[in-house]
């Protein structure tokens, strides 16, 4: 089983930036694929960004290009996502998951475990 633990969501004026971390159990944590996803109020969860084991293979949606950067330290266990530039459309409880098998993209139903969830609030 694996469990994860997102970090470092709080509230910050547009423009400003965030580093959220998500620590992970497992023992075979280098190998899984890690994303990141968001879900506002009233709307779906989302696609944000994924890495793979290697720390190759960063893919991100469109709405955080240029934006957002995730990595990972497979010593640590953890994956962060730096958030810069944000927007008040960015507000959203983020989620950290993990695919076990390691081909997960950006569909939800491809990751097998998930976070609780930190909440990142941008005021206008």
Do not use: H
């Amino acid at each position: 089983q694996v469990q994860l633990v997102e970090s470092g969501g709080g509230l910050v004026p547009a423009g400003g930036s965030l580093r959220l971390s998500c620590a992970a159990s497992g023992r075979t944590f280098s190998s899984y694929v890690m994303g990141w996803f968001r879900q506002a109020p009233g709307k779906e969860r989302e696609f944000v960004a994924r890495i793979r084991w290697s720390g190759s293979g960063t893919y991100y949606a469109d709405s955080v290009k240029g934006r957002f950067t995730i990595s990972r330290d497979n010593a640590k266990n953890t994956v962060y996502l730096q958030m810069n530039s944000l927007k008040p459309e960015d507000t959203a409880v983020y989620y950290c998951a993990a695919d076990e098998r390691g081909w997960a993209t950006r569909r939800i139903y491809e990751y097998d475990y998930w976070g609780q969830g930190t909440q990142v609030t941008v005021s206008s």
